[in-house]
């Protein structure tokens, strides 16, 4: 455990933070209350114990991950303002810097036996997983979900912390086995299992906690770590049906493998869409208080040895105005604001708010003694003067009744909470958020009323807050040429990415054949994403080149069947004579087989008519000569001529066996001629 500072109040940690109560300490950080005298404002100082902090990986990955934690603004994170190191107790330590909540943390509202209906369970896992989807798109996983990270600001609305140090921290534990068991007990059945941890660990650890605020048990939790670890590994979530709508969304998300589980942006949209099925929740039972400690307290109390620090004004209840988070889906609607809540020690659980009046004067105005003058002049005199009097007891009596006013201050680009300082004491702020593409995540947009106006102490000001560019939907780019993908990204902020591109039958050439986000690929039309967020694109080539294939011997209606599997188109051209092939299949095609031709090419097939077969004619009475000749006319070739031609024609024969006039042999045969010897 860190040393404690003799005097931490009297601390000023890097010129600039003056070290307040010590909020809680574990084996790895301490957490203390602080105030930031450049900014006048309180806020919360964690510093890393120098033995982690010694180690050169610790120190690369805390530049690292803070680096990216200080870029995040998002209303579910807690903002970090400062990350470095710094020296205490003449060691060099790491430290952070990030805002103050008041609002306690779930594990407070778990610790003093309060358990979330799981309407209201659901309110707080969408926040959640709003808050680990914009983490994860940067490539931060948190690493240690909890109750104790899920707190709430004065303003009612759950962030996230420990972004960044967290996932330093598990890393400078060296293993998960050497965490605390109150810590182990929220992680995934990969870590169990000795693997690294992935971004739907992350999502496995929420689902934990969000059945631990209904159940108010942790499942698989056991006496020891070890213990612990090995009950969820391979196991499924024990989800009760009592859970309604939600039941089957934690299921999903507690599954023992990563691939089987929602990402982060799936895992908020599913929620969204239980959330139709279910009762609206009933507000949230926020406990005041500050448990940023890493750990549950060691029993210490914090001490402020030179008083409480001075603190900004509380921040007011927030009212969204349209408002809808990047990579997930508009959310349900969240109630409207609500007052400022009282100062720290205040007792109601609302705020007061009183005008403030001159009070009426304790003595009447006219003293009855100054009537009782002489009658006459005097006594009309003294009648004008009552009346004058009166008068003047009017308007004196009208103007203590009216209120004091005040004119609204410039606010406009002012950070949220300097705003809220400045009106503090004299309005009541109500918070609106708004999305804006050019204004800055928390800053005054504009005040309503407008600056300069009067207005009534005690009264409402509306300071519209920017949220950030608004998500933006994303449109169906399939079949657009490139062109046009790229003007419909760019009226949205958004970014195109070419993919290699692919062979088409469908998609003209150039033409969007398929796209994707890849920092989340199941993400579709209609779907919401986050301004400058790259879109993947892959284009068309057009049809893919088709090589012939081989036609020849296979029938009409099989060669068919061929050509459409591959696009093409035939065509059948006039039959041929052939030996070899039977009647009706092909006997020679063109183009070729093996010749490469575009898609939709036309094939000619000739088909087989059989052999050609000629007949013997008749040679009867014909000379030598006539004989030889009637043959080759009939298309025979004449072979072995025998006898005497001088005498009568005897018979022909083929391959020794005689023939007879019409007898049909295949064109080219052989005839052997007899004559009488």
Request: with cysteine; hydrophobic share 40%.
């Amino acid at each position: 455990m860190m040393a404690d500072d003799p005097q931490p109040s009297a601390r000023l940690l890097v010129g600039r933070y003056r070290l307040g109560a010590r909020l809680g300490s574990g084996l790895d950080a301490a957490v203390f209350e602080a105030f930031d005298e450049q900014l006048q404002r309180v806020v919360v100082v964690k510093l890393v114990h120098p033995d982690l902090g010694d180690r050169e990986d610790v120190r690369t990955a805390f530049r690292s991950a803070m680096g990216i934690a200080e870029q995040l603004h998002h209303p579910n994170i807690a903002t970090v303002y400062h990350s470095g190191t710094t020296t205490w107790n003449a060691q060099e330590v790491l430290f952070v810097v990030t805002e103050h909540l008041g609002g306690g943390s779930l594990r407070d509202i778990l610790d003093r036996g309060r358990l979330l209906s799981p309407s209201q369970a659901l309110v707080v896992g969408l926040d959640a997983c709003k808050a680990l989807d914009v983490m994860h798109r940067h490539n931060l996983l948190h690493h240690d979900i909890r109750p104790s990270t899920l707190v709430f600001g004065d303003d009612r609305r759950l962030r996230v912390v420990d972004v960044g140090l967290a996932e330093v921290l598990a890393i400078a534990a060296g293993g998960i086995t050497s965490r605390s068991n109150d810590r182990a007990k929220y992680c995934s059945p990969e870590q169990a299992a000795g693997e690294n941890a992935v971004a739907k660990s992350d999502v496995y650890s929420l689902c934990l906690t969000l059945l631990e605020s209904v159940t108010g048990k942790v499942p698989f939790e056991d006496d020891s770590t070890v213990a612990s670890l090995g009950n969820r590994v391979d196991k499924l979530m024990p989800v009760s049906a009592d859970l309604g709508a939600l039941a089957a969304v934690l299921e999903r998300a507690g599954r023992p493998r990563p691939g089987d589980r929602y990402s982060a942006g799936e895992f908020g949209r599913a929620l969204v869409q239980a959330a139709e099925k279910m009762a609206r929740p009933e507000p949230l039972p926020i406990i005041g208080g500050s448990l940023f400690a890493p750990d549950r307290p060691t029993g210490d109390q914090p001490v402020e040895p030179s008083g409480p620090l001075r603190r900004p004004a509380e921040r007011p209840r927030r009212a969204v105005a349209q408002t809808t988070e990047p990579g997930l889906d508009p959310t349900i609607a969240v109630p409207a604001a609500v007052v400022v809540p009282p100062a720290a020690g205040a007792q109601a659980s609302t705020a007061t708010v009183v005008n403030r009046r001159l009070d009426p004067p304790d003595e009447p105005v006219i003293d009855d003694g100054y009537q009782r003058g002489r009658p006459g002049k005097s006594r009309w005199w003294s009648v004008a003067l009552l009346l004058a009097m009166a008068v003047g007891g009017g308007v004196l009596a009208w103007y203590n009744a009216q209120p004091d006013t005040t004119a609204v201050p410039a606010l406009t680009g002012l950070e949220e909470g300097v705003a809220l300082n400045q009106i503090t004491g004299t309005f009541v702020g109500v918070i609106v958020e708004e999305s804006s593409e050019d204004i800055a995540v928390g800053l005054v947009i504009r005040t309503e009323p407008t600056a300069g106006t009067k207005v009534e102490n005690g009264k409402e000001i509306t300071l519209v807050v920017s949220s950030g560019p608004a998500p933006r939907v994303l449109p169906e780019l399939a079949n657009l040429s490139r062109e046009q993908a790229v003007a419909e990204l760019e009226a949205l902020g958004l970014v195109l990415l070419e993919a290699e591109p692919q062979y088409s039958d469908t998609v003209a050439l150039g033409a969007v054949v398929s796209w994707m986000v890849p920092d989340s690929p199941t993400l579709v039309a209609g779907g919401t994403v986050t301004k400058g967020t790259a879109v993947q694109v892959v284009l068309s080539l057009g049809p893919e080149p088709r090589i012939v294939p081989d036609l020849t011997g296979t029938a009409l209606d099989v060669a068919t069947t061929a050509l459409d599997a591959q696009a093409l188109l035939i065509a059948v051209g006039p039959e041929e004579f052939s030996a070899t092939v039977p009647v009706g299949h092909v006997v020679s095609q063109t183009p070729p087989a093996g010749t490469t031709v575009e898609f939709g090419s036309t094939v000619t097939v000739a088909l087989s008519k059989g052999p050609d077969l000629v007949a013997i004619p008749s040679l009867a009475g014909l000379d030598p000569n006539g004989v030889t000749a009637a043959l080759v006319d009939a298309g025979f070739a004449v072979g072995v001529i025998d006898g005497n031609t001088k005498l009568p024609f005897k018979n022909a024969t083929v391959g020794g066996v005689v023939v007879a006039v019409g007898q049909q042999f295949p064109r080219g045969t052989t005839v052997d001629v007899h004559y009488t010897p």
